[in-house]
Structure formats: structure tokens, C-alpha cells
């Protein structure tokens, strides 16, 4: 069965993709124009590749999104952060995607129901962002997580620039503020209009540079030029 779904994925992985980037487009969308992009075909290739229990996951974050979208940012967070967190399970990407960094996109997480911490934030900021969350009110920060000495990404929300960020994270499930959460030290954070260097706990200031930005210009660009890898 597992030899299967590798094939089916990488027959198709690269309908997922190409569909995914347009993130600047697709997800730029509310939810419900997001939704009409999934036609019965895509849903159909959707299923092919990763069967049925896939694919009623998919129905379930479609739905997540259209019923939500009314909510306000607090609400949708917490839905969205519990629904991925419950619903996914972490993996490396070496052992996932035989890879040692590889950013999935959310249609990619959802099918294969895995991923590391990177594709847990991407999937949730994209998911809000589709939900109508404004895109400068998040972003992606790498982190240590000194519990287990590791790097991490999270997802940051601030409703003003000079709030105190809320963390969504898949090591800790509830949503706190940044200084709450004394086992992670940030690094930096970004999303797809630059680069801060984290500040204590705070967003801290804008500064030119690569890192996380050079991943997040790379999914985009394999998008673009109709780019894609397989998991084998």
C-alpha cells in the first residue's frame, strides 16, 4: 500500500504543487473562491494519489475554512491551530520526504497527513491567510527549541506592530504570547514581503537577507516554472 501511494504521489505531486503556488493567487483568495479552484478533477487526482481517508481530510480543512471565515482572527487561530495540531502528525522530512529540508505544501501535508515543523506553519499561515487573517499580521519564525536543542519554525500573529506576538506551534498546542513561552529562542522571522531578525520576544526590524525568505522565494519559483521533486 505504501509502495502505491509513493507512486501515486509522484505521479501527481506536481498538480498539487503547480495548484499550491498560486499562493500569491490561490490562497490570496477568500475561502470560498479558494474553494471553487478545487474542482471535481482536482479532487479527483487528489483521491488517486492519496485515497480516501486523505481526501476526507481535505473536505474537512475546505470546510474549516467556508463555515469560519465570518470569525474573528482569535477564533479562526484557534481553529485552525487545533485542526492541523489533532489532525497531522509530525514527521521528518528525511524520513517523509527523504530529503533533509523540504517545504510541503498544504496539499501535499494534508495528503500524506505528515510533516515537520515547517509544514505545519506554512499550512496554518496559508489556511488564514485564505480565511481573510491580513498577511502582515503573521509570520513564520525560526526558533530553538531549547526543550530538545533543535530548530523549529512557528507561526507568529500580531494584531498591531507593536503587540506582543501570539505563537502557534505544534510542540505546544495552546496559543500563547511570546514571552509565555520561555522554551523557544527566537532567531528570525519572515514572511513573503522580507526578513526580521527577531528581538527579544517581539517582531524586531526589518533587514535585507536570506535564510527562511531564500526557502520561501524557492517554493515559489519551482511553482512558477512548473518545478517539482519526488519523494523517492
Given at each position: 500500500?505504501?509502495?502505491?501511494?509513493?507512486?501515486?504521489?509522484?505521479?501527481?505531486?506536481?498538480?498539487?504543487?503547480?495548484?499550491?503556488?498560486?499562493?500569491?493567487?490561490?490562497?490570496?483568495?477568500?475561502?470560498?473562491?479558494?474553494?471553487?479552484?478545487?474542482?471535481?478533477?482536482?479532487?479527483?487526482?487528489?483521491?488517486?494519489?492519496?485515497?480516501?481517508?486523505?481526501?476526507?481530510?481535505?473536505?474537512?480543512?475546505?470546510?474549516?475554512?467556508?463555515?469560519?471565515?465570518?470569525?474573528?482572527?482569535?477564533?479562526?487561530?484557534?481553529?485552525?491551530?487545533?485542526?492541523?495540531?489533532?489532525?497531522?502528525?509530525?514527521?521528518?522530512?528525511?524520513?517523509?520526504?527523504?530529503?533533509?529540508?523540504?517545504?510541503?505544501?498544504?496539499?501535499?501535508?494534508?495528503?500524506?497527513?505528515?510533516?515537520?515543523?515547517?509544514?505545519?506553519?506554512?499550512?496554518?499561515?496559508?489556511?488564514?491567510?485564505?480565511?481573510?487573517?491580513?498577511?502582515?499580521?503573521?509570520?513564520?519564525?525560526?526558533?530553538?527549541?531549547?526543550?530538545?536543542?533543535?530548530p523549529h519554525m512557528v507561526l507568529i500573529y500580531s494584531e498591531t506592530i507593536d503587540q506582543m506576538p501570539l505563537v502557534l506551534d505544534n510542540i505546544n498546542p495552546k496559543i500563547l504570547p511570546a514571552n509565555q513561552r520561555r522554551d523557544?529562542?527566537?532567531?528570525?522571522?519572515?514572511?513573503?514581503?522580507?526578513?526580521?531578525?527577531?528581538?527579544?520576544?517581539?517582531?524586531?526590524?526589518?533587514?535585507?537577507?536570506?535564510?527562511?525568505?531564500?526557502?520561501?522565494?524557492?517554493?515559489?519559483?519551482?511553482?512558477?516554472?512548473?518545478?517539482?521533486?519526488?519523494?523517492?
Amino acid at each position: 500500500m505504501k509502495n502505491k501511494i509513493t507512486h501515486m504521489v509522484k505521479q501527481y505531486r506536481h498538480v498539487f504543487i503547480i495548484l499550491f503556488l498560486l499562493s500569491s493567487n490561490l490562497f490570496s483568495q477568500d475561502s470560498k473562491k479558494l474553494i471553487a479552484y478545487l474542482t471535481p478533477e482536482f479532487k479527483k487526482t487528489f483521491n488517486e494519489a492519496y485515497g480516501d481517508r486523505s481526501s476526507q481530510l481535505l473536505t474537512q480543512w475546505m470546510s474549516l475554512m467556508v463555515d469560519n471565515e465570518k470569525k474573528d482572527d482569535w477564533q479562526k487561530m484557534r481553529l485552525v491551530n487545533h485542526f492541523f495540531n489533532k489532525k497531522i502528525s509530525f514527521v521528518d522530512d528525511i524520513v517523509h520526504w527523504k530529503e533533509e529540508d523540504y517545504w510541503a505544501t498544504p496539499f501535499e501535508f494534508i495528503g500524506t497527513k505528515g510533516g515537520d515543523c515547517e509544514d505545519f506553519a506554512l499550512a496554518k499561515y496559508f489556511t488564514l491567510k485564505a480565511m481573510g487573517v491580513e498577511p502582515s499580521k503573521m509570520r513564520l519564525m525560526y526558533v530553538r527549541a531549547l526543550a530538545i536543542n533543535q530548530p523549529h519554525m512557528v507561526l507568529i500573529y500580531s494584531e498591531t506592530i507593536d503587540q506582543m506576538p501570539l505563537v502557534l506551534d505544534n510542540i505546544n498546542p495552546k496559543i500563547l504570547p511570546a514571552n509565555q513561552r520561555r522554551d523557544l529562542k527566537p532567531i528570525y522571522s519572515f514572511n513573503g514581503d522580507g526578513l526580521w531578525l527577531a528581538k527579544a520576544k517581539g517582531l524586531g526590524k526589518q533587514v535585507k537577507g536570506k535564510g527562511g525568505v531564500t526557502r520561501w522565494e524557492d517554493i515559489v519559483t519551482r511553482i512558477e516554472r512548473s518545478e517539482f521533486k519526488t519523494n523517492k
